[in-house]
């Protein structure tokens, strides 16, 4: 199998990297060339939007950072849409808005080709050690086409519904990861400025009802997890930016339906709070840092 793999940030990269096997070939595409420059060490083939080489291949996935890379990749400035064959397969992997997503399925089903919107959960870990979780919107066709290709890279392959409805998911789930690492952040906080040990208070929530996902695997607290980003500076995580930008798309979602988010809503304000504060390029578990006292 041919694979084109367009995007290769701190998600994209380990994730064309487990696509890298004797039995595919990964043409591979950034527009930092030393991104490209490891992939090619690891066996990926460059790929050259002007050549002719890379158009035999059949599925093309992209990681890419918004909507409107999503809309200059496909069908704006390079549009890779009119140099794809008829019949290949199409995998979105961008968090974008579920408009731009139908856009792509729709586009995609006037030329032919097979489409699906399969945003992943899971973290750079996840990336990296292969453990992601697709959120899937498109037809039950499309899924089976792409389930193998999928499986090289995370664990749960996972079916939300019709064309855009793997973007709408990702999109409620990142708004419920936010609220959760605002709600962490802020009872960590607290109990350390009443004196607590921020490790045993971490520990004692994690066993009481207070348990969720930032506390199991994500701790924003430096030097209670040691591999979190906030034990490395709050460096190679999900940055402040992309989350801010993920809480805008819920807004937009919410309004398209009418449908209050006021939690949502209120991390909305406070990530861009904590972005004005130069904080952009840090892991969005940093929001601890406008949380606390100064």
């Known amino acids: 199998m041919e694979i084109a793999f367009f995007g290769l940030g701190?998600?994209?990269?380990?994730?064309?990297?487990h696509l890298i096997t004797p039995a595919h070939t990964v043409w591979v595409y950034d527009l930092d060339a030393t991104k490209v420059d490891d992939l090619v060490r690891q066996g990926a083939q460059r790929l050259d939007p002007d050549s002719e080489a890379w158009r035999s291949a059949t599925v093309i996935i992209s990681m890419l950072p918004h909507g409107s890379a999503v809309e200059q990749l496909y069908w704006d400035s390079m549009k890779i849409m009119d140099k794809v064959k008829p019949g290949s397969l199409i995998l979105d992997c961008s968090t974008v808005s579920p408009s731009t997503s139908r856009?792509?399925?729709?586009?995609?089903?006037?030329?032919?080709?097979v489409c699906l919107d399969a945003p992943v959960s899971g973290g750079v870990g996840g990336a990296q050690a292969a453990t992601l979780s697709f959120l899937c919107g498109g037809s039950t066709e499309a899924l089976q086409q792409a389930r193998p290709i999928l499986e090289h890279m995370g664990q749960?392959?996972?079916?939300?519904?019709p064309a855009g409805s793997g973007s709408v998911a990702k999109i409620c789930n990142n708004m419920l990861l936010a609220i959760q690492m605002i709600g962490t952040a802020e009872a960590l906080t607290l109990g350390v400025a009443h004196g607590l040990d921020p490790a045993v208070l971490s520990e004692l929530m994690r066993n009481?009802?207070?348990?969720n996902w930032v506390l199991d695997r994500y701790n924003p607290w430096p030097g209670v997890m040691p591999s979190a980003p906030a034990s490395r500076d709050y460096q190679g995580g999900f940055s402040v930016q992309l989350m801010h930008k993920d809480l805008g798309l819920a807004q937009d979602t919410?309004?398209?339906?009418?449908?209050?988010?006021?939690?949502?809503?209120?991390?909305l304000q406070l990530y861009a709070l904590h972005q004005s504060g130069g904080h952009q390029h840090e892991d969005f578990s940093s929001i601890i840092k406008t949380l606390m006292v100064p």
């Not at 701190?10 to 990297?17: K, V």
């Not at 009481?208 to 348990?211: A, D, L, P, T």
């Not at 919410?254 to 991390?267: D, E, N, S, Y």
């Open 156 to 161: 749960h392959v996972l079916h939300a519904g």
């Open 103 to 113: 856009q792509l399925h729709a586009k995609a089903q006037e030329r032919g080709m």
């Open 10 to 17: 701190h998600m994209g990269a380990p994730m064309a990297g």
């Open 254 to 267: 919410a309004a398209q339906v009418q449908q209050g988010i006021p939690l949502g809503a209120l991390a």
């Open 208 to 211: 009481s009802s207070g348990q």
